[in-house]
């Protein structure tokens, strides 16, 4: 268990630009989640995928975010025409289930992170 | 929808002293676990404790526990013989049952614990 592992750990850009993280969850764990955390709130949901299908978008999540997680296996999120208010940290996490069942919810494992500012 | 509220910004405990830390929560919902997770200063969450709705009785981790009372909502942590490693953001979360839920948490807005020397 090498843990969720996210890049870069901190990301400077100027407004208007693209961005793009990448998470690498835990090998075995079919489900990832992204959240984002502002300074001194606990992070808010904002989207979810199961194996390489995104299943749930957040309405925090607008058009201007997009994310993938090509053949299940890693995930990225990309945030184009950056703003002010999208400086935050990002969240990461992986976690192993099967189906929609609920008691086959197991605890999310998270990454350490990308924090986003905006200058 | 459901929400999770961590009514004390920030606590403080002297070293090996027992501190207990709050949440209430509120969901329509009748499964769901709850979840006490740590985040240290710069570094990343880890899961601390995890309490299952549908069980009476409260979950226990080392010097961790919780007092789950279900009737009032109502999901604190106890934290006993404090260690200086246990200073960080502590936040309460809760993830419901549902065809639509998967999985996705819910936090609070956490409490800063600091443990004193």
């Known amino acids: 268990d090498t843990g969720v592992s996210q890049n870069p750990r901190h990301k400077i850009t100027k407004r208007g630009q693209n961005v793009t993280f990448r998470c690498d969850p835990i090998?075995?764990?079919?489900?990832l989640y992204w959240y984002r955390q502002t300074l001194g709130q606990g992070p808010e949901f904002l989207t979810y995928?199961?194996?390489?299908?995104?299943?749930?978008k957040s309405r925090l999540l607008s058009d201007r975010f997009s994310a993938e997680r090509p053949k299940g296996s890693f995930s990225t999120l990309e945030i184009q025409r950056t703003e002010q208010g999208d400086s935050a940290m990002y969240l990461c996490?992986?976690?192993?289930?099967?189906?929609?069942?609920?008691?086959?919810?197991?605890?999310?494992?998270f990454g350490d992170g990308t924090r986003l500012s905006i200058l | 929808a459901q929400t999770v509220t961590q009514s004390q910004p920030e606590m403080s405990v002297q070293e090996a002293e027992t501190v207990t830390l709050s949440c209430t929560y509120d969901?329509?919902?009748?499964?769901?676990?709850l979840f006490w997770y740590k985040q240290p200063p710069s570094r990343q969450m880890i899961l601390v404790i995890r309490?299952?709705?549908?069980?009476?009785q409260n979950a226990t981790e080392n010097r961790f526990s919780v007092n789950f009372q279900k009737a009032a909502k109502s999901f604190s942590l106890k934290i006993s013989d404090s260690q200086l490693g246990d200073t960080a953001m502590y936040f309460c979360?809760?993830?419901?049952?549902?065809?639509?839920?998967?999985?996705?948490?819910?936090f609070g807005q956490g409490t800063i614990l600091t443990v004193h020397p």
């Open positions: 996490a992986s976690s192993l289930g099967s189906g929609t069942g609920f008691y086959s919810n197991q605890p999310q494992h």
């Open positions: 090998s075995e764990h079919n489900r």
């Open positions: 995928f199961q194996n390489e299908a995104q299943l749930e």
């Open positions: 969901t329509s919902e009748n499964n769901y676990y």
């Open positions: 309490q299952e709705a549908y069980k009476q």
């Open positions: 979360a809760l993830v419901t049952g549902g065809g639509t839920s998967y999985g996705k948490l819910t």
